[in-house]
């Protein structure tokens, strides 16, 4: 009985996705554009040109990292630059809870998991953060001892209520890796598989690109985050280059109620077709469960209209 229950529950993912797909505006994350509306800025920090004050990581052109400085401009209108850390400024998506001073405002960032107590800035302001893991880390268990509000979400999620573009499906799969995964760049890859290069700079290009794709497979958080935050059904390509392992994953995957685990793959053995992806790959269609405007209610710049 319980395996017929988890089919029966499999099918109704799929067909979910499916027709979020097909109806985003109905079925869909297509149908929280709306949301936004019921927000306006308040009390929002500006540099003495009138630009928008953030912290981001930037050793390497990274989809993931430059999601922060894209999303905050979406929200507020204004072109954002990089932060003076002595003054009062944003720190947004990715595990970089070790970047605060006393001026930072946190707003749903994560970590590693491997911080150490000097690197974290107890003075900073946190309004939100990635998921739980990241709060009991920041909290009293681990002698942090910092105060947390329990409101969780990668800010990535909110993508789709700021920018959902038309696009065709013209592939069976996408194919996300981290920069540092060269044997995936060097693969061979059939038709109806698509490489998408996370180390471009241009965020919406790369949206586009996942979007053309029925399913997404990702070594990379932000591929799946991104995935998720758009209807796509995707899977967790193992990988062993990202820094505090597995932590920053089952972080995000808590805040979302949708746990799952990483599977081997490698390129270099086969071509990488879709039927081959199809064979060998689980693509998980279930819709995520998270609460947009409870992160959006946190926003340290955001009040209700």
């Known amino acids: 009985m319980k395996t017929r229950a988890r089919f029966v529950r499999a099918a109704k993912d799929r067909t979910k996705s499916t027709l979020g797909r097909k109806l985003p505006g109905i079925f869909g994350p297509g149908r929280y554009q709306t949301i936004p509306g019921e927000y306006r800025l308040k009390d929002l920090i500006l540099t003495e040109n009138g630009e928008v004050p953030l912290t981001w990581f930037t050793y390497k052109s990274n989809f993931g990292d430059l999601m922060s400085p894209w999303l905050l401009s979406k929200m507020t209108g204004r072109h954002v630059v990089r932060a003076d850390t002595e003054r009062p400024h944003y720190v947004m998506v990715g595990s970089i809870i070790n970047k605060g001073t006393p001026q930072s405002i946190f707003w749903g960032t ?64 996408g194919v996300v890796v981290r920069w540092r995964e060269r044997s995936w760049a060097k693969a061979k890859y059939g038709p109806g598989v698509k490489l998408i290069d996370f180390a471009r700079g241009d965020v919406e290009e790369v949206i586009r690109d996942m979007l053309s794709c029925k399913k997404i497979l990702s070594s990379s958080l932000h591929g799946l985050i ?42 270099d053995a086969q071509e990488v077709t879709a039927q081959v992806l199809q064979e060998n790959i689980h693509f998980d269609a279930r819709p995520i469960t998270f609460n947009y405007r409870k992160l959006l209610d946190a926003c340290p710049f955001l009040t209700r209209a």
């Open 110 to 173: 994560g970590t590693y998991g491997t911080e150490g107590k000097k690197e974290v800035c107890a003075e900073s302001r946190y309004t939100a953060v990635r998921g739980p893991l990241t709060r009991s880390k920041l909290g009293a268990a681990m002698a942090f001892g910092i105060d947390v509000p329990q409101v969780y979400g990668d800010p990535a999620l909110l993508a789709p209520l700021y920018y959902f573009p038309k696009v065709k499906v013209t592939h069976d799969f």
């Open 226 to 267: 991104v995935a998720d935050a758009y209807g796509i059904p995707n899977a967790w390509l193992e990988s062993g280059t990202p820094r505090g392992g597995e932590f920053k994953f089952h972080d995000y995957f808590a805040s979302v109620h949708k746990l799952r685990a990483p599977q081997a793959f490698r390129p």
